[in-house]
């Protein structure tokens, strides 16, 4: 059971409610807002896409084939492929960069998804017994134009701010796509272990706490997640000392949070891929192989880092053992520390 925001009174739990009479038709209803009415050989006809191609594109979504008889396809998704042949013929003609395109979007908004329901399966238990199921389900839908107009917002203020950063970092650039960057792992330690300690409910309230402090301090010291992958964030900043920063921001803040375990950080910095959202490369893989054998409530940072941060007086650095690491057979590390920690 949970409580209502603001409220005393107790929440059924989402899972345990009977939601059978909310069927794939009203559901329809409630998300889509049009009707299924198209099979996959009549939406390709009438968009005007390559049939072979098309099913490529929707697997790349990460949506399974429909059988050639189902009435499936919504005048949604008509209209929005038609948007892909005309985007095709005028801005993505190369096959491989639209599926790259697809793929990388169904990665970002199916995760967005998974938690949106959840949290709509919430808003619509805190209505049961006043409202049967589906009415319940009828008014939790009710914000979801709200939800696509905020996305769309944040999305453009994403857009503009990564195409600041392309435009003030573009003279800095070997290749296309490849960037001077500082990536940073941080890791929960023994999270695997705490897990079986705990109820599914603690661990949602672990890997919340989790998001919402590394979010905060990665946002606040000018660098960027670019995913989380349950216990661990992935992050990157265009300058070492923010980098630095972070990981003893990351640290220290993660000491005075009961919910959760202490932190092993990794930093590496140099020339990182960074395509469809992610980033590639050695200085990645460095980081992470630095991530896992640093100690509980320490970070660890590679060569290039502590050329960059050895003059500045904030940070500490002590040379640890060569590292014997898969992949690595000398990896030269140094032990970050803020300078008054010294």
Do not use: C
């Not at 005007?48 to 008889?69: H, I, K, N, Q, V």
């Not at 948007?83 to 095709?88: A, F, K």
């Not at 800095?172 to 940073?184: E, F, H, Y």
Request: negative net charge.
């Amino acid at each position: 059971m949970r409580s209502e925001p603001g409220s005393s009174r107790p929440l059924p739990d989402p899972a345990s409610i009977d939601w059978s009479e909310v069927d794939d038709g009203a559901l329809d209803e409630l998300i889509l807002g049009v009707p299924r009415e198209f099979t996959r050989d009549e939406l390709v006809e009438a968009a005007g896409l390559d049939p072979e191609e098309s099913g490529r594109l929707w697997r790349a979504l990460g949506f399974t084939d429909s059988e050639p008889g189902d009435r499936v396809y919504t005048r949604a998704d008509l209209e929005a492929a038609r948007m892909v042949t005309r985007l095709s013929r005028e801005w993505l003609p190369e096959t491989v960069a639209r599926e790259a395109v697809a793929r990388a979007l169904a990665q970002s908004m199916s995760r967005l998804a998974e938690w949106q329901i959840g949290m709509l399966a919430q808003v619509a238990a805190a209505h049961l017994g006043e409202l049967t199921p589906r009415d319940a389900a009828r008014l939790a839908a009710e914000v979801i134009p709200d939800l696509e107009a905020l996305q769309s917002y944040v999305w453009r203020r994403h857009l503009a701010a990564t195409a600041s950063r392309w435009v003030a970092g573009v003279q800095r650039r070997d290749v296309a796509d490849t960037w001077p960057l500082s990536v940073g792992f941080a890791d929960m330690v023994g999270f695997t272990r705490t897990t079986r300690r705990r109820s599914m409910d603690e661990l949602g309230e672990m890997i919340e706490r989790f998001g919402a402090v590394t979010n905060e301090v990665i946002a606040n010291g000018r660098g960027r997640v670019i995913k989380t992958v349950g216990d661990e964030v992935l992050f990157v900043t265009e300058h070492p000392a923010d980098a630095a920063a972070i990981a003893l921001g990351l640290r220290d803040r993660v000491r005075t949070e009961p919910s959760l375990p202490l932190l092993r950080i990794g930093l590496a910095h140099g020339m990182v891929l960074a395509r469809y959202g992610d980033v590639y490369g050695e200085v990645v893989n460095v980081a992470a192989r630095l991530t896992s054998e640093a100690r509980p409530d320490t970070v660890l940072v590679d060569k290039e880092m502590y050329d960059a941060l050895r003059d500045d007086p904030r940070f500490d650095l002590r040379r640890i053992a060569t590292l014997h690491t898969r992949g690595y057979s000398h990896l030269r590390a140094w032990a970050l520390r803020g300078a008054r920690e010294r």
